[in-house]
């Protein structure tokens, strides 16, 4: 690819057009929700079991790659396995035994759509999610975690994800956020990084146009002849104009925009951990808003030497925008409606990209920040389609979810076996033509040796008890949050221009309180709980991409092996005992496999264990189990 | 604690010690000598390594998280100062012209063991990213993951050579009391085992509460049973097997029993400060390096009070020197201390001026680190601050000379170059001058 973006002539158009279009976020949101064409209806709408289909172009597009290649591909996995694939992807944990055994008794043909379709509308589905996009933003620093009110950010991420906010409208709450770091979770995105522009800037190209361009903040990407260090700075100048205001050093400035803050949630509701649920935060007040002055030189918001001039904004690979300042539009409105315009086909590469790495392990490029502009993504021609498809879908995030999901490629087994002739194998693996397979991440990790063991697999809600105390500080702060949100409006209203509204809630859209369940959490008060959070590391608060804990391969065998948390969830569950009050032998071991792993004991595994549950002890149910929850199967999906 | 005392004595005995060295001289000779000819200086690049005594190396470092204030400990100045508002005056210690804080005695009477590198200048200001370039060599900055010094000596080392012999005991890389650092590209392997709690033992290393070692092998024969059916091959299988592998020979390895610290006479672990995590801390990586670790992290913390400096920071600082003073007194006394490194420091220094809160602030232009042992001078002191402490005054060392010569003296040339994940070459510490000046033999 020569060019890196051809779209820049474009942007004036767009921004000409779109100045009533994009001028509140809200309208931006209503604009997407109306339908587009009759083939564009929300797809819950249709009768379970039947979708638009686009996950046949998936299809499609394998069964001719395939041939092509002469390959066959592995089978399509039984209903066992896919339930517990698509449950651990969906809704990062495994099915409960319940819903195993009613999955695998029905006979309907479309049972597996059916069950896609649910899973997506269960809560469970924006618990998961909320944390897969907070640990999104958190991995884009290298320091992660510092000055991130992570509580905050995973409040904003299950928001959007509950209400199923398009793509476009999550980035414009992110690269337009204004507000403070305790009450607007999403205003994380510019406190996290300080409100330095290029790391604002750096963050926008990774999360949303799938590709990395801080090699070039200290001299052109060697690697890559199109990213040069004026481009990189030039991206910056978008943020020029945006800055991050704090209590302390710049109190005035903080309290004429944010009177009377109250209490944030954040203190409010401890999340385990205590005060490492806020990453650093400490507790201090930071905001980050728009500014009317401010310009960006090569190398920072000050200029090196004094013969450097400040940097007009710059798309990637696009001309500078000279009157940028001139527009309705702020700088970074602008940025936003570059990024998210309709033909600007990376934004909807990089989420297309994102989703596939996340649900099958496999990307079209091997990170969900890794498009370069000179090399070729694998299987292009399906990217583009489904890149397409998911714009004309209106930045749907359900429906790519369940496009992956439904398709063969997705549903295909793992290899057991390694192609012995290292050619062939990697022909394989570029074909997609098995699935790969992945250790559980903490959190799946966590919520399934929970729900294996019949507790509660929510991690939220292990300890439930807000004190009456609590909850009427919840109200007081939510009653402090509508003046604050009131009082901030008015003074921005009679002082600033309109546009500077752009990002904050109006008082009637302030959401709803946090559900009981997440009102306070009492981890740290056992010595088990505490232990539990202690051996996950900080991977709850704190996760990088697919590292999965502080802890080494070893001490993670040994968390799982002999940590508090597998040891409490066979000790303190009425499980075994109600599996060992069972009739037969036979009954108990299938009682035993579906409940930890999701499927009935093969053959070979009934003849080796056919002992182990002979006499009905409890005991040595919870040691089946044990054993079950140590397996390469159960530890992988 | 029998086998262990046995092996400890076959480790630091000196017959035990040649007889190991010179027969992986002649082998490493013989193999280097024939096969790839050039010598082993050229091979690992112009820094000329002293491989020969390398592999008997450990570290062990002593994380001043927060930030330790250099003016009461390593570079004491004479009181007079009232906007200083300093406490403790310089005191001498056993080595000629070295003085340290009146807060420690204990370290004070192992002048002679110390160097002191009192000209460190670092370039970050703020906790995580100064944390980060101190542990790396690296700054922050775009995506590249760099590993931590204890990643790169245990990537570049290996266990000890005593534990070869048996190669799934003690991890290399072990973090007593906070979380460690990133093992960067060298892969999580190279991560630390964690001990949150010295006092508590190894961390999940016993069988948990109310599991007799009859469920417990019924469980592993069940497991077993399973596994045999699932042949595994795919890469998520290999790791998880390979994690457990290691993870059950460490819980059935003699070495664990370096965690068990009450098998230390009572008076020295009164010695190291018995009730004390941090001191505990000390004793117990004295034991884990003597058990094979190469690299121990025990952290300290939190010195970064900003408000009311002296009586968190006294305490802190106090609690340095009793277990700093206890553990190169103890390495000594054992013969241990020539191939055991201990080294001091904090992401960076504190202000020497106090502020309006009576705290101080962050410091990066003329802190300390304190080191004992390995192939470091005895007594000696590298560079000096001005008279007010605010500014280095001579041989400014920055935060990757002192990773290069901590790498060096362990026979790790550090402008080795690796591919990162995204596979470019990079150092395995970034343009670091090896302080010639501070080792005793180079």
């Not at chain 1, 954040?266 to 007040?285: F, H, M, N, T």
């Not at chain 1, 990170?367 to 714009?391: I, K």
């Not at chain 1, 595994?605 to 919870?622: C, F, I, K, M, Y």
Request: proline share 6%; with cysteine.
């Amino acid at each position: 690819m020569k060019s890196y973006l051809k779209y820049p002539w474009l942007l004036i158009a767009i921004v000409t057009a779109s100045v009533a279009f994009l001028l509140t976020a809200n309208s931006l949101a209503a604009a997407e929700q109306k339908p587009r064409s009759q083939a564009q209806l929300p797809t819950e709408d249709l009768p379970p079991g039947r979708t638009d289909d686009a996950s046949k172009v998936i299809d499609d597009y394998f069964t001719a790659d395939w041939a092509k290649a002469k390959i066959v591909p592995a089978p399509v996995i039984d209903d066992a396995t896919f339930l517990r694939r698509a449950s651990l992807s969906v809704l990062g944990v495994s099915a409960d035994a319940d819903e195993v055994r009613s999955f695998l008794v029905d006979t309907r043909s479309e049972k597996r759509r059916g069950k896609v379709d649910e899973m997506l509308r269960r809560s469970r589905y924006a618990d998961y999610w909320g944390f897969r996009l907070r640990d999104w933003i958190l991995s884009l620093r290298e320091v992660e975690g510092q000055g991130a009110n992570s509580f905050m950010l995973y409040r904003y991420s299950r928001e959007a994800m509950a209400e199923n906010r398009s793509w476009t409208r999550i980035a414009g709450d992110f690269i337009n956020s204004q507000g403070t770091l305790e009450f607007d979770g999403n205003a994380n995105f510019g406190v996290y990084f300080s409100g330095a522009p290029n790391e604002m800037a750096d963050a926008t190209t990774r999360l949303f146009l799938g590709t990395k361009i801080s090699c070039a903040q200290c001299h052109d990407d060697p690697f890559h002849s199109s990213l040069t260090q004026q481009g990189y700075w030039g991206l910056a100048a978008f943020f020029g104009r945006t800055k991050m205001i704090q209590m302390n050093g710049g109190g005035a400035e903080y309290e004429r925009l944010f009177p009377n803050p109250g209490r944030s949630e954040a203190s409010v509701c401890s999340l385990p951990g205590g005060d490492a649920a806020v990453d650093g935060y400490g507790g201090e007040r930071r905001a980050i808003v728009d500014v009317k002055e401010g310009e960006v030189y090569i190398g920072g918001r000050k200029p090196k030497n004094k013969d450097d001039q400040p940097l007009a904004p710059l798309p990637l690979g696009g001309e500078p925008i000279k009157d940028a300042d001139q527009q309705t539009l702020t700088r970074r409105q602008q940025l936003l409606a570059w990024v998210t315009n309709r033909d600007n086909p990376y934004f909807s590469r990089a989420a297309v990209n994102r989703m596939f790495l996340e649900l099958t392990g496999r990307g079209f490029v091997p990170t969900a920040d890794g498009f370069t502009p000179d090399d070729s993504p694998r299987h292009e021609q399906l990217l583009n389609q489904l890149s397409q498809q998911f714009t004309e879908h209106d930045y749907d995030l359900k429906w790519l979810i369940r496009t992956i999901v439904n398709s063969r490629v997705f549903q295909l087994e793992s290899s057991s076996q390694l192609e012995p002739d290292e050619t062939k194998q990697a022909q394989r693996v570029a074909h997609w033509c098995s699935a790969e397979t992945r250790t559980l991440n903490g959190d799946q990790w966590h919520d399934s040796v929970l729900r294996a063991s019949g507790r509660e697999a929510r991690i939220w809600t292990l300890a439930d008890k807000a004190s009456p105390e609590l909850k009427r500080e919840q109200n007081r702060r939510l009653a402090s949050r509508r003046t604050r949100l009131i009082t901030a409006r008015k003074i921005l209203t009679e002082t600033d221009k309109l546009q500077r509204l752009a990002a904050l809630p109006t008082p009637d859209t302030v959401p709803p309180p946090i559900p009981r369940e997440y009102q306070h959490f009492e981890w740290r008060q056992t010595d088990a709980a505490r232990q539990a959070y202690d051996e996950l590391g900080q991977r709850l608060q704190k996760t990088r991409g697919q590292a999965r804990s502080p802890l080494g391969p070893t001490g993670e065998a040994l968390m799982q092996m002999n940590g508090a948390l597998v040891r409490d969830s066979l000790r303190e569950t009425d499980v075994p005992k109600s599996i060992a009050a069972l009739k037969s032998p036979g009954e108990r071991l299938d009682a035993v496999f579906v409940q930890v792993l999701g499927r009935a004991p093969r053959p070979n595994e009934r003849q080796s264990l056919a002992d182990s549950v002979a006499t009905g002890e409890p005991e040595r149910v919870a040691d089946l189990m044990w054993a079950l929850m140590q397996t390469s199967e159960f530890l992988s999906y | 604690m029998a086998c262990f005392k046995l092996q400890h004595a076959a480790a630091a005995g000196p017959i035990g010690a040649v007889t190991r060295r010179g027969m992986l001289r002649v082998s490493l000779g013989a193999a280097l000598g024939t096969v790839l000819g050039p010598s082993l200086p050229r091979l690992f690049g112009g820094e000329g390594v002293k491989a020969k005594h390398a592999n008997e190396k450990s570290v062990i470092l002593l994380w001043l998280r927060g930030g330790p204030f250099q003016t009461d400990s390593f570079d004491p100045k004479l009181l007079g100062n009232d906007k200083l508002g300093l406490k403790f005056e310089p005191m001498d210690t056993t080595a000629d012209g070295m003085q340290l804080g009146a807060c420690m005695p204990r370290l004070a009477e192992q002048g002679h063991h110390l160097t002191l590198i009192r000209s460190m200048r670092g370039l970050e200001m703020e906790h995580s990213l100064a944390s980060y370039y101190m542990q790396t060599g690296y700054r922050a900055t775009g995506p590249i993951q760099s590993p931590a010094i204890g990643s790169i000596v245990s990537h570049e080392l290996g266990p000890l050579p005593m534990r070869r012999a048996e190669p799934d005991g003690i991890p290399p890389y072990i973090s007593i009391g906070g979380a460690g650092f990133s093992a960067g590209h060298f892969g999580s392997a190279h991560r630390p085992y964690l001990v949150w709690n010295p006092l508590r033992g190894g961390e999940n290393l016993g069988l948990p509460q109310g599991v007799s070692a009859a469920a417990q092998a019924r469980r592993l024969a069940w497991l077993t049973a399973l596994e045999a059916g699932h042949p595994g091959g795919h890469g998520a299988a290999e790791q998880i097997h390979a994690g457990r592998r290691a993870a059950l020979a460490f819980m059935q390895s003699k070495q664990r029993a370096a965690f068990d610290l009450a098998a230390e006479p009572a008076d020295l672990r009164e010695l190291y400060g018995k009730s004390d995590e941090f001191g505990q801390g000390c004793l117990l990586a004295r034991r884990l390096v003597t058990a094979g670790a190469r690299f121990v992290q025990v952290e300290l913390g939190n010195f970064d009070q900003h408000e009311r400096h002296y009586p968190t920071h006294e305490q802190l600082l106090r609690r340095l020197d009793r277990g700093m003073g206890a553990l190169v007194r103890d390495l000594d006394d054992r013969g241990l201390l020539d191939q055991t490194t201990v080294v001091a420091v904090g992401e960076f220094g504190r202000t020497t001026l106090i502020n309006k809160n009576l705290g101080r602030d962050h410091f990066i232009n003329g802190f300390s680190v304190a080191i004992a042992g390995g192939g470091f001078k005895r007594g000696f002191v590298h560079g000096s601050t001005t008279k007010d402490g605010q500014e280095i005054r001579d041989n400014p060392v920055t935060i990757p000379d002192l990773l290069a010569t901590i790498c060096y003296d362990l026979g790790i040339d550090p402008n080795k170059e690796f591919n990162d994940q995204f596979g470019r070459p990079i150092k395995l510490v970034d343009h670091g001058r090896v302080v010639r000046e501070v080792l005793a033999s180079a």
